[in-house]
């Protein structure tokens, strides 16, 4: 349903951006967003935004990250600037919508990205 890419290695300060691909099945989507993993840590929500184009970031993120969408494409992408090494996590793309008869949250398979000191 959900197909990330752009993750990779890079230096820390450096930018990456993140794509996620959203299945044309997929509709009444109320909210997209990007979630992050650390080995040993929690899962943790980096940014979101809804159907409307609200955006909400976490703290560790904003003024970093952007996250953004294209209806056309029906694409969602999160555009990292400033990079640091803790930022380094897998990340997944997060959508909120209806897929056949299942309503819900649905996740993609998550993109690595890694930042070096």
């Known amino acids: 349903q959900l197909v990330e890419s752009g993750g990779g290695l890079v230096q820390a300060g450096g930018s990456l951006r993140l794509s996620c691909a959203i299945s044309?099945?997929?509709?009444?989507?109320?909210?997209m967003g990007w979630h992050r993993q650390a080995p040993g840590q929690q899962r943790e929500l980096v940014a979101t935004?809804?159907?409307?184009?609200?955006?909400n970031y976490s703290d560790s993120v904003k003024g970093r990250f952007t996250i953004s969408r294209d209806n056309a494409k029906n694409t969602v992408y999160l555009q990292m600037n400033s990079l640091k090494p803790e930022d380094t996590a897998v990340y997944y793309c997060t959508v909120n919508g209806i897929s056949g008869f299942r309503a819900g949250d649905y996740w993609g398979q998550g993109t690595q990205v890694t930042v070096s000191s």
């Open positions: 044309g099945s997929m509709h009444s989507i109320r909210s």
């Open positions: 935004i809804t159907s409307s184009g609200s955006t």
